[in-house]
């Protein structure tokens, strides 16, 4: 069982910046492709980005919505079995509930039912 703990959410400025982090337990990380979902107000949850499983490489490829893209960065960091995900520009528009999300041996989906595990969320309200 995998466990998903999201932290680093929290209240900023149109323009500013936060960075998310993901934490996660149990072994083998490497073999998780990582995403990272969102849930406005009254919205369903959306694909915000992803990272593919390493597995034993140390080279992965990251995959955003185009609502974010050029704006947030995903990254892993395999030792630590955590994935951050930097947020620049931020916009009103991104205000939403953040959550993580892993994939089990498998490839990046932006399918919301392709998840094996989920964290519980962070929230990141931004104002205007």
């Known amino acids: 069982q995998v466990q998903l703990v999201e932290s680093g959410g929290g209240l900023v400025q149109a323009g500013g910046s936060l960075r998310l982090s993901c934490a996660t337990s149990?072994?083998?990380?490497?073999?998780?492709?990582m995403h990272w979902f969102r849930q406005a107000p009254w919205k369903e949850r959306e694909f915000g980005a992803a990272v593919s499983r390493t597995g034993d490489s140390t080279y992965y490829y990251t995959y955003y919505a185009d609502s974010v893209k050029e704006r947030f960065a995903i990254s892993r960091d395999n030792a630590k079995n955590t994935v951050d995900l930097q947020m620049n520009s931020l916009k009103p528009e991104d205000t939403a509930v953040y959550y993580c999300?892993?994939?089990?041996?498998?490839?990046?989906?932006?399918?919301?039912?392709?998840?094996?595990?989920w964290g519980k969320g962070v929230l990141v309200t931004v104002s205007s």
């Open positions: 149990g072994p083998t990380f490497s073999n998780y492709a």
């Open positions: 999300a892993a994939r089990w041996r498998n490839s990046v989906t932006y399918s919301v039912d392709g998840m094996d595990y």
